[in-house]
């Protein structure tokens, strides 16, 4: 158990629907990011959150959305879901905004768009 | 911008062979960079990180040194077991922001 928990695990919806991911970062981790993994992409960054704030923005669609709560739990919306959405979405959390020694990942959710 | 490239996979060796993961990266300054190891079904996690040039990272019996001259951060282990494998990621973290640049990833089987 790396500490970041993230749900659910799975999650199958249709196209045009709307899903939350949710993540809690590693206890004592103010820093969260989130990572699309899909098998033609790889590993793209999407988003990344400090204590609350948006610090820095990577490859996110305009239908997709984040944010981090004050218990600093973040959670990732993504909307009007089509059938490219379909992938692994990770989270990590590192305890600094400048994430020094690199991150701790979650066990990722995997979204299916059927 | 940023980027890493990785050896092309997937590799397949025999327990007890040695292994040898090639990395090269594009990046300005001194960036950081890891390796990640991902297990079927689970998330990434940090195997070994090395912030400045000529560090060797090392853990697992696994090691990579950072060669700022020729911009790479090579895996490697004497004698890989059958509990290796999985997918290993070069990563890079840039001089300025926190995000980590991924390579493709290597997929490694050992057979027994």
């Known amino acids: 158990d790396s500490g970041v928990t993230q749900t659910p695990k799975h999650l199958i919806t249709a196209t045009g629907q709307r899903v939350t991911l949710r993540c809690s970062p590693r206890s004592g981790d103010l820093s969260v990011y989130w990572y699309q993994q899909s098998l033609d992409q790889g590993l793209q960054f999407l988003i990344q959150y400090y204590n609350g704030e948006e610090r820095a923005k990577g490859n996110i669609l305009e239908r997709f959305s984040a944010q981090q709560f004050p218990d600093l739990h973040s959670e990732l919306n993504l909307s009007s879901l089509e059938l490219g959405d379909s992938a692994l979405y990770f989270c990590?959390?590192?305890?600094?905004?400048?994430?020094?020694?690199?991150?701790?990942f979650g066990s990722g959710t995997r979204l299916t768009v059927v | 911008g940023n980027s890493v490239t990785q050896m092309e996979g997937p590799v397949t060796l025999s327990e007890e062979a040695f292994l040898t993961i090639n990395c090269t990266y594009t990046a300005t300054g001194y960036p950081s960079l890891f390796w990640y190891v991902q297990y079927p079904g689970e998330g990434l996690q940090l195997l070994l990180k090395a912030t400045k040039a000529d560090d060797k990272g090392s853990n697992k019996g696994f090691e990579a040194t950072y060669r700022k001259e020729t911009t790479s951060f090579h895996l490697e282990k004497g004698s890989v077991q059958v509990s290796d494998s999985a997918v290993y990621f070069c990563a890079l973290r840039g001089t300025s922001g926190s995000r980590l640049t991924f390579g493709e990833g290597t997929q490694l089987t050992v057979n027994p």
């Open positions: 990590a959390s590192s305890v600094d905004p400048g994430a020094t020694y690199g991150y701790t």
